[in-house]
């Protein structure tokens, strides 16, 4: 089994920046994708940041402040989040591709979520 664990969320004020962390544990054999998620209200869950052993991306709106980056010997992945604006307000999830030890196969798995809020 593969459990993720999201830290980092706070409240901020616009302009300000804050980093996510994600880790990923238990009988993880290798990871491929790994990207940041965040879902405000009453909107769908939208895809921020992604990144795997050779390319990144970034959602239109983060470009330029956002960064994502990993650690594939810890298994965590990063999102720094400089000049936050108001509209960044979400709910933060990370999605781990990996597969376990046990199945040998490759799955999603999802943290548990960290709220981000901005302030005017």
């Known amino acids: 089994q593969v459990h993720l664990v999201e830290s980092g969320g706070r409240l901020v004020q616009a302009g300000g920046s804050l980093r996510l962390s994600c880790a990923a544990s238990?009988?993880?054999?290798?990871?491929?994708?790994m990207g940041w998620y965040r879902q405000a209200p009453d909107k769908q869950r939208e895809l921020v940041a992604s990144?795997?052993?050779?390319?990144?991306y970034y959602e239109e709106s983060v470009k330029g402040r956002f960064t994502i980056s990993r650690d594939n010997a810890k298994n965590t992945v990063t999102l720094q989040m400089n000049g936050l604006k108001v509209e960044d307000t979400a709910v933060y999830y990370c999605?781990?591709?990996?597969?376990?030890?046990?199945?040998?196969?490759?799955?999603?798995?999802w943290g548990q979520g960290t709220q981000v809020t901005v302030s005017s």
């Open positions: 238990g009988s993880i054999f290798s990871t491929t994708n």
């Open positions: 990144i795997s052993s050779t390319t990144t």
């Open positions: 999605k781990v591709r990996a597969m376990s030890s046990a199945t040998r196969s490759y799955a999603d798995y």
